[in-house]
């Protein structure tokens, strides 16, 4: 390991950030047609492995929106 804590990492790769990196939502599909969105990874794979397997569909990866500034009227 380096000075910093952080793994030695070959050459080619960059740490850029380390900020939480986590652009997406997590659709949690249950047998039933039931769902669950959650904003982390974590939590989807916590979801998936307290359930029981019988009831566990699939989970989908869904795109976090950005806000769009609303345009003000007029010219």
Same mark, same amino acid.
């Given at each position: 390991?380096?000075?910093?804590?952080?793994?030695?990492?070959?050459?080619? #790769? %960059?740490?850029? @950030?380390?900020?939480?990196?986590?652009?997406?939502?997590?659709? &949690?599909?249950?047998?039933?047609?039931?769902?669950?969105?959650?904003?982390?990874?974590?939590?989807?794979?916590?979801?998936? #492995? %307290?359930?029981? @397997?019988?009831?566990?569909?699939?989970?989908?990866?869904?795109? &976090?929106?950005?806000?769009?500034?609303?345009?003000?009227?007029?010219?």
């Amino acid at each position: 390991m380096s000075k910093n804590s952080t793994p030695d990492l070959p050459k080619y #790769f %960059q740490v850029t @950030s380390d900020l939480p990196y986590d652009r997406h939502h997590y659709k &949690v599909v249950y047998s039933n047609g039931n769902t669950t969105v959650v904003d982390s990874w974590e939590s989807a794979r916590m979801l998936w #492995f %307290q359930g029981p @397997s019988q009831f566990m569909s699939h989970i989908e990866v869904l795109d &976090v929106r950005k806000k769009q500034k609303k345009k003000g009227k007029g010219f």
